[in-house]
Nanobody, 118 residues
Framework: VQLQASGGGLVQAGGSLRLSCAAS????????MAWYRQAPGKQRELVAS???????NYADSVKSRFTISRDSVKNTVYVQMNSLKPDDTAVYYC?????????????WGQGTLVTVSS
């Protein structure tokens, strides 16, 4: 397993959750890590991303509510999700792009379900 996500669950609207995703394996360097989500019947969309330099990017729908961060020593990416809304209900996937050994890889985690009740 190269990416292991955790932290999903059921939360009421207005609540908070923190997702974590740890990368493993023969990591040489990870250039960027990100969170995507896919709601039922919808396409997968970018939620937030962070580069190894710390630059971040957010979907408009989550700006000011979600915060992405990264621990480069632990090769782990987090997303703190506050003020959750029912529209945030989705399976959340982490993504990492970089070099494992000498190969450029684009890995996806297994997905973790976030359910926000109204």
């Amino acid at each position: 397993v190269q990416l292991q996500a955790s932290g999903g669950g059921l939360v009421q609207a207005g609540g908070s959750l923190r997702l974590s995703c740890a990368a493993s394996g023969s990591i040489r360097s990870i250039d960027a890590m990100a969170w995507y989500r896919q709601a039922p019947g919808k396409q997968r969309e970018l939620v937030a991303s962070i580069t190894n330099g710390g630059s971040t990017n957010y979907a408009d729908s989550v700006k000011s509510r979600f915060t992405i961060s990264r621990d480069s020593v632990k090769n782990t990416v987090y997303v703190q999700m506050n003020s959750l809304k029912p529209d945030d209900t989705a399976v959340y996937y982490c993504n990492a792009k970089g070099f494992w050994g000498t190969r450029w890889e684009n890995y996806w985690g297994q997905g973790t379900l976030v359910t926000v009740s109204s």
